[in-house]
């Protein structure tokens, strides 16, 4: 049984909703970029990823060429998010 890539896409909608309206507050301020990093870069993943399964629905070359951009575009936003994280938590530590 396969998912159809819109439901795909609404799952991701959901997530980057809830992403986007509830995230966790920081404990202490941040340097700007990675307050807005850690604020919107995950919601941005999967409003990223929606896209690109909905861009999926078509069938055409080059729409799944387009899929794939925006996949990486997920991909790449996902590790400045994951990195920001990690710097965050490396320096809350006072390592």
């Known amino acids: ?6 439901a795909w896409g609404g799952l991701c ?6 992403y986007l309206l509830k995230w966790p507050h920081p ?4 340097s ?3 307050r807005a990093v850690l604020r919107w870069a995950h919601g941005a993943v999967w409003l990223v ?8 629905t078509t069938d055409s070359t080059e729409a ?3 899929a794939n951009g925006l996949a990486m575009v997920g991909a790449a936003l996902y590790v400045t998010f994951v990195v ?3 710097v965050d938590r490396f320096r809350s530590t006072g390592s």
């Open 49 to 56: 990823l929606a896209a690109s399964f909905f861009v999926r």
């Open 13 to 18: 909608l959901l997530i980057a909703c809830i």
């Open 1 to 6: 049984m396969s998912v159809p890539s819109s």
């Open 84 to 86: 920001a994280l990690a």
């Open 27 to 30: 404990r202490r301020p941040l």
């Open 32 to 34: 700007s970029w990675r």
């Open 64 to 66: 799944a060429e387009l």
